[in-house]
């Protein structure tokens, strides 16, 4: 993420929220977990934290030969995550006419953990005007 200027008010609390769906889904997902389930996990910080409604696309989606391919991290997967996937975890809120975070990791499904693939910080980098 990068901010140009000051942050918008409420862009912490939203960065955080998010932050949390990013680890929630990351914490979820290990082999013989449906993928509806760490969308759910996702999708759970951002409607606990009140932002449900601003949440309006998958959670993420396999990555290969094409941009967007299955495995589908969507609420209503039934795919069984096996170890070798490769998808994108990328929850987000989006406040109309205010602004919209999204934060994304590709990872590689490990047999006990899901291995990020970028070392790239989640955190914002503020670009001063």
């Known amino acids: 993420m990068a901010v140009v200027g000051l942050p918008p008010e409420g862009y912490g609390e939203i960065h955080t929220i998010v932050e949390k769906a990013v680890q929630a889904a990351l914490r979820t997902a290990r082999p013989g977990v449906l993928a509806r389930q760490v969308d759910d996990a996702a999708r759970k910080v951002i409607a606990d934290a009140g932002y449900g409604q601003y949440f309006v696309h998958r959670t993420g989606h396999g990555m290969g030969i094409d941009g967007h391919e299955p495995p589908y991290i969507t609420a209503t997967s039934d795919t069984v995550l096996e170890e070798g996937m490769v998808f994108s975890i990328e929850p987000g809120i989006y406040l109309p006419g205010r602004f919209g ?20 910080p989640r955190t914002a980098h503020v670009v001063q005007t």
């Not at 499904?109 to 899901?114: E, K, Q, Y």
């Open 101 to 120: 975070i999204r934060l994304e990791e590709i990872v590689i499904l490990r047999a006990d953990n899901a291995e990020i693939l970028s070392d790239l």
